[in-house]
């Protein structure tokens, strides 16, 4: 038995972990690098095993990073079964299509840009998306079983696999594996990327059981979220300082789980007269408007007050003044808008989708505001607008940084320090707990914290005994 570590290490995008035991091979995520431009040359990269070998992949949640690389993986051999959550199943679909467009849409603009830029009869260098719709389509065909909360299944002799809720995103699970190999028995736990309690839509995390070996995402390792209510209040209050300004929001946004809370909070400030009922708000986004539709599918996955409004007919993600544009003449539109508009768009790190479309437009004005309410990455637009830069290239043209800028970290989804430190209480004392996930200082904080295991932070490709 063993472990293998392909992605997530020391940096907190590309997902991957290898298992091996009784000769099967077990991967856990697939995700895709995410930020500059060495992290997309990473993508293409080899995996850092043969992927025909694998035999089952276990997605803990729908997220880029955690299974972006699928159809990559496919396309290089994988014939396994990949087994994860029926709303993962689902969004993952949506995420992967998505991402598949863009890359193609990514291959064809530098294509052009090379034709431009070649001289006389210069070969132009073919420029190959990392994967197409087509190979997403045929990584689809590889989704097996459906993984049910708290309900072991069984994968092969002396394998045995139960999701529990992560309470991250829609459909999330932070995964046990049960192993034995020659008389010798580990429970193996990932914890997939972690939410917290109390949120408006979600349930809570489901504690998780003992185990001997703990593989855990530290993103916030060393820090704590602002508290809820004042994150909301500040949304609200950024929302009103713009509209007296004269000028627009742009809230860039992660599609999954993000979008949908940013809704619920905004109708609830509209029911409780904190924000105009004449409010218009712009769900610029075709993946979020998508993501939104599946989230009313699976009210398994909601808490019990959330299951309520639906029950009642109160649909928390829909108001009066919510508009849904899908088209691209619809967001094109979005830009004559002088003032007075919330636009939600995606991504959320601005590394690509329509929301670098609005920055563009808006960023120059000083009478605009820009409100981050997600994780940005090293490397992403999001992060440098966020550390203060005066100027930022989009489209091939430099952008003057006017607006106001806001940082609400409240809405993150996932866990904090003393909620991911809460969470490995409850492993016991696990023989190894490896770090993943997370930048090398939030790591190395968390780390200090952990008593009476033995901490490791791998490095990409490392390789560790079970």
């Known amino acids: 038995m063993k472990i293998a570590f392909h992605g997530a290490d020391r940096g907190v995008t590309g997902s991957c972990h290898l298992v091996t035991c009784g000769?099967?091979?077990?991967l856990i995520d697939c995700g895709l690098y995410q930020g500059g431009h060495e992290l997309d040359e990473e993508n293409h990269q080899p995996f850092g095993f043969d992927p025909a070998t694998v035999n089952y992949l276990l997605l803990t949640h729908a997220h880029l990073d955690h299974c972006g690389r699928i159809p990559l993986l496919v396309k290089r051999g994988f014939q396994g079964e990949i087994i994860t959550t029926s709303a993962s199943r689902d969004l993952a679909k949506l995420v992967m299509l998505d991402a598949a467009h863009l890359q193609e849409e990514e291959a064809e603009w530098r294509m052009r840009k090379a034709a431009r830029h070649a001289r006389g009869k210069d070969k132009v260098e073919t420029v190959e998306p990392l994967y197409t719709t087509l190979d997403t389509l045929t990584s689809l065909d590889y989704f097996g079983r459906t993984a049910v909360y708290d309900q072991a299944l069984e994968l092969d002799t002396g394998i045995r696999a139960t999701f529990i809720d992560a309470g991250h995103i829609l459909g999330s699970a932070s995964i046990v594996l049960d192993l034995e190999e020659q008389g010798r028995r580990r429970r193996v736990l990932f914890s997939g990327d972690l939410g917290y309690g109390g949120r408006v839509i979600l349930r809570d995390p489901t504690p998780p059981p003992r185990a001997d070996v703990v593989v855990m995402e530290t993103t916030y390792g060393d820090r704590r979220h602002k508290q809820l209510q004042p994150s909301i209040e500040?949304?609200?209050?950024?929302?009103?300082?713009?509209?007296?300004?004269?000028?627009?929001?742009?809230?860039?946004?992660?599609?999954?789980?993000?979008?949908?809370?940013?809704?619920?909070?905004?109708?609830?400030?509209?029911?409780?007269?904190?924000?105009?009922?004449?409010?218009?708000?712009?769900?610029?986004?075709?993946?979020?408007?998508?993501?939104?539709?599946?989230?009313?599918?699976?009210?398994?996955?909601?808490?019990?007050?959330?299951?309520?409004?639906?029950?009642?007919?109160?649909?928390?993600?829909?108001?009066?003044?919510?508009?849904?544009?899908?088209e691209t003449a619809q967001s094109m539109a979005l830009n004559q808008i002088s003032g007075?508009?919330?636009?939600?768009?995606?991504?959320?790190?601005?590394?690509?989708?329509?929301?670098?479309?609005?920055?563009?437009?808006?960023?120059?004005?000083?009478?605009?505001?820009?409100?981050?309410?997600?994780?940005?990455?090293?490397?992403?637009?999001?992060?440098?607008?966020?550390?203060?830069?005066k100027k930022v290239t989009i489209f091939g043209e430099d952008i003057p940084v006017r607006a106001r800028i806001y940082t609400i970290g409240g809405f993150s989804a996932h866990a904090d320090c003393e909620e991911l430190y809460r969470w490995h209480q409850h492993t016991g004392n696990p023989g190894k707990t490896c770090l993943v996930h997370g930048e090398p200082p939030a790591m190395q904080a968390f780390a200090r914290r952990l008593k009476g295991t033995e901490v490791v932070m791998p490095e990409l490709h490392e390789v560790f005994g079970l």
């Not at 000769?23 to 077990?26: E, L, M």
């Open 340 to 389: 007075g508009a919330v636009i939600i768009a995606g991504s959320g790190m601005c590394t690509g989708g329509r929301v670098r479309h609005h920055l563009k437009h808006n960023l120059w004005r000083g009478n605009s505001s820009v409100v981050f309410v997600g994780y940005a990455a090293r490397g992403t637009l999001a992060r440098r607008i966020v550390d203060g830069v």
């Open 234 to 326: 500040e949304l609200y209050e950024a929302i009103h300082d713009t509209f007296r300004r004269g000028g627009n929001v742009i809230i860039p946004s992660f599609a999954l789980e993000r979008t949908q809370e940013i809704l619920y909070y905004l109708r609830e400030g509209i029911n409780d007269g904190v924000l105009p009922g004449s409010i218009q708000v712009f769900l610029d986004s075709p993946m979020a408007i998508s993501a939104t539709e599946i989230f009313r599918r699976h009210m398994e996955c909601f808490d019990p007050d959330a299951c309520d409004l639906f029950c009642e007919g109160r649909d928390p993600l829909n108001f009066r003044g919510l508009h849904f544009t899908r």
């Open 23 to 26: 000769g099967k091979r077990i």
